[in-house]
C-alpha cells in the first residue's frame, strides 16, 4: 500500500514537470483542470513537489490555493483513518 502511495506522489510530480516541459517546447500541454483532478485523487503532496521543484503554476491563485488544500485535507483523512483504526484495533 506505501508503495502505491509512493508511485502516485512520484507520477503526479512527474505529471507537473512534463507540463513544464511541453510548456517550454510550446507543444499542447496538459489542461489545468486535469492537474488541479490529479492532486484531488490522492496526488497534492506529489503536485505540490512538483510546482515546487519546477517552479511550474506557481503564480496561477488556483494552484496557490488548491494544492495546498488539498494536501492538508487529504493528510487530514489520513490522520482521520488512521486514528479510526488504532480505535478499532485498541492499539
Known amino acids: ?9 512520484l507520477l503526479y ?3 507537473f514537470g512534463r507540463d513544464k516541459a511541453l510548456a517550454r517546447q ?6 489545468e483542470a486535469r492537474l488541479l483532478l490529479y492532486a484531488a485523487l490522492g ?25 495546498p488544500a488539498l494536501f492538508l ?3 487530514g483523512i489520513i490522520i482521520y483513518i488512521i486514528a479510526v483504526l488504532t480505535l478499532k484495533v485498541g492499539v
Open 26 to 31: 510550446g507543444r499542447f500541454r496538459i489542461p
Open 43 to 67: 496526488g497534492s503532496a506529489g503536485a505540490w513537489l512538483g510546482m515546487r521543484r519546477f517552479h511550474h503554476k506557481t503564480k496561477k491563485w488556483r494552484f496557490q490555493i488548491a494544492i
Open 1 to 9: 500500500m506505501r508503495e502505491t502511495g509512493l508511485w502516485l506522489c
Open 13 to 15: 510530480f512527474l505529471a
Open 73 to 75: 485535507t487529504q493528510v
